[in-house]
Each structure stands twice: as structure tokens, then as C-alpha cells.
């Protein structure tokens, strides 16, 4: 009798359990992904709350879904902005959370589109070639089809060994990927020939390809204008921000972990530096290394590869908003009518045809004219941002700098 009253009670009490589980198993499976992904329970908690408020359909979705995050990474920013809570320690931590997560998604997501096979190249592929013993040579894949099509090996311009002495050659081919990566595989040339009445070589296929130096760090290219401090001292002082302008160089990309910066003159490897630019109105400082430098001695110019050592949390998490392309509802706004404004004032300028056929002393002139426009625009753009809440907070270096990139002032980095 006490087995069959246990019984009842048992399943009645799994009966229970499963009514509750049956009830809460979006949110009970909401939380036990969101243990697996490395959040708290206060953490998750708040991601619950937030999906909800965002509309998601499927909550759960917001682990996997790059828009869901982007939605609800926004939805952060905006209430933050709201409250006036944007630089709370616990506000910039979760976001700089979500970053982080966000990266995961995004390079998963990235190895999932990776290349699998030779048969996926596309035309038009540069490629570099080892042919052991013989260096290195350019090529470029004709067609894809059977056999690999590419142009005949060249060193600097020039066919230096024929087709027929390719035919049974093993080689390395190295190709970057636009939007991927660097790739590495080793084939075989299977004959030459002609292709659209070009000398060419084929290429067997091949599914063994090595992806390499895939950056950890997502980069977005960019053409911003930037201050640079050359660091003597060993001991770098982290909280310093420079008042006077520093030398001028350009931005062609950037993440939380460093930027491709392009100077005038002759860099140098090695070099400790301090990088102090604006993203989106806000001031950015990243403190860190030269490893590489690029020399282009007909431009006298140069790229330096920066890597970024030291970044405030806070300025990180502008960093990274800037490559994901997310705003807040505010900033949307704000920038969508600057953007229309201006498009309008670009709308009424001379065009660039008629402008190459002018003196250069109107040019000059009206360089200057265009100048004072768009410092105008700019102290205009100021005001708006002050009355938003979103002041500059380093106004003084809000200036237009009209220089184009062949224009940089030559560095003297020594």
C-alpha cells in the first residue's frame, strides 16, 4: 500500500515537473545555452529581459543569430543612452560581453564559409606560386572548370620559365581570399596551353587547402584621418590624452586590436606608439607597437602595422561598435540627417570633370571656399551633438582636414 501511495506521489510529481518544464522550456533551454556560452545567471537574466523587449521571436536565437545580437546590442546602447547610464562600469562591461560574443558568432560563421575546394575560385584570383628552386611568381586564374586555367608564372613582369617547362611541376599556391582569409595548397601542373588565345598552364584540383592567418580580431576598412605620438619612455603612462596635434597619418583599417596606418616617409619597425583619432564623434586612444612597415618609394609613403597593447574598455567598445556597424537609435538619427545634409551640399558643388579643368589658383580657392563650408558643417554638426547629449568630448581637434592621402606630410620617424 506505502509503494502504491510513493508511486502516486512520484508521478504526480513528474507529472508537475513536466507541466512547469512544458511551460518554461524557452526559457529553461534560453538559460542552459547561456550557461554553455560562458554568461552568469544575472548576465542571462538580463538577456532574457532584453530579448524579450527586443520582439525576438525565437529568444534563444539572440546565442546564434548575428541580427538578433546586432538588435539587442543596439537596443543596449540606446536605453543606456536614455538612462545616462552609457559609461557605467556595468553597462561597458556587458557590451564589451556581447562584443566578444558577437566575434565568436562572426568567425564560426566565418569558418563555416571557409574554402573547402580548388572548384570554389572564382576569375580574376591573384595567386602566388613557390616552384621549388625557382622563387616566387605571380599568376592569375583565367577559368575554373576541369583543371585549374591560369596565366603563365611571371617574376616581376616576365615569363622567365616557359609553359612546357612547368608540365609536371609540383608547386605551392598561395591566394587571399577577398573577405576570408589566406590560403595555402600544393598541386600539380597537368599541361599548358592557350586560353582565349593566352598562354596558360592547368592546374589539378585539389580539397586540401590550409586556411592561414586569419586575423582574430574582425577589421573594418576605413579613411580616417588620425594624430600619432612617437613613445620614447619605457613606462607608458595609459591615462595621458594629447591636447596638441600630433603627425598626421590615415587609417585604412581598424579593430579593437590594432590598424593599418598609412604616413608619409619611410616608417619604422618596432616603434611604440600612441594613436588618437575620432570615431563617430567620440575620441579614441590606442597605445601600441609598428611590427611591419610597407615602403612605397615612389609615393614616399608608408604602411605601418599597428598592433594595439592597451585600450580603454570604454573606447574598445567604440572601436568595435564602429566595425560592426552598430548604433543606437539616437545616433541613427543624428546621423542619417548629417548625411543628407551634406549629401545635398555635395549635391550643388561643381563636378569633378569640370573642377580637373580648372586653374589651379580657382582651385585653390575654391578648396579654401569648400573649407570654410564644411568647418561650418562641422561646428554645426557640434551643437547638434551637444544638444543630443553626445558633445565632443575632444571639440578643439574637430577640424576639417581636407589633405588627400598623396598630400601626407613626410614623418621624420627617426
Known sequence: MSFLIALII?????TVFGKIYSLNKVKIDFFFRGYDEGFHSSEISLLWNLSKECSLEDPISLFYSMPALTKCIAHIKTKAEHEGSSNEEKTQRMLSKLYQFRNKIEKDA??????????????????????????????ELMNNGKMLIISVPTQKGLIV???????????????????????????????EGLFLGKPCIFLEHTTNLIRTQKRNAIRSKCHITADLYILK???????????????KCLLEDISESGALIRIGGKGIPNLQLRLQF?????????????????????????????????????????????????????????????????????EDSV???????KPSEEKKE??????????????????????????NPEKEKNELRLQEVDDLPVLDLE
Not at 619612455?233 to 603627425?247: H, M, Q, W
Open 10 to 14: 512520484a508521478v504526480a510529481c513528474v
Open 110 to 139: 566565418d569558418k563555416k564559409r571557409g574554402l573547402e575546394s580548388t572548384r570554389y575560385l572564382s576569375a580574376h584570383q591573384k595567386l602566388r606560386i613557390i616552384l621549388p628552386g625557382k622563387g616566387v611568381f605571380s599568376s
Open 161 to 191: 620559365i616557359d609553359g612546357k617547362q612547368w608540365v609536371g611541376q609540383s608547386i605551392h599556391v598561395y591566394l587571399w581570399r577577398t573577405g576570408d582569409a589566406r590560403y595555402v595548397f600544393d598541386t600539380k601542373v597537368s599541361g
Open 233 to 247: 619612455d619605457k613606462n607608458v603612462d595609459y591615462s595621458i590624452v594629447e591636447s596638441k596635434p600630433g603627425l
Open 278 to 346: 575620432q570615431l563617430d564623434y567620440r575620441l579614441v586612444v590606442m597605445f601600441g607597437i609598428v611590427r611591419t612597415v610597407e615602403y612605397n618609394s615612389e609615393a614616399k609613403q608608408s604602411r605601418l602595422h599597428f598592433e594595439c597593447i592597451h585600450i580603454e574598455p570604454v573606447m574598445k567598445n567604440i572601436v568595435l561598435s564602429y566595425v560592426y556597424k552598430i548604433m543606437s537609435d539616437n545616433d541613427k538619427e543624428i546621423f542619417e540627417a548629417l548625411s543628407l545634409t551634406y549629401s545635398d551640399e555635395k
Open 351 to 357: 563636378d569633378e570633370k569640370n573642377e580637373a579643368q
Open 366 to 391: 575654391n578648396s579654401e571656399q569648400t573649407a570654410e563650408k564644411l568647418n561650418g558643417f562641422i561646428s554645426e554638426t557640434d551643437e547638434i551633438l551637444k544638444e543630443k547629449g553626445l558633445e
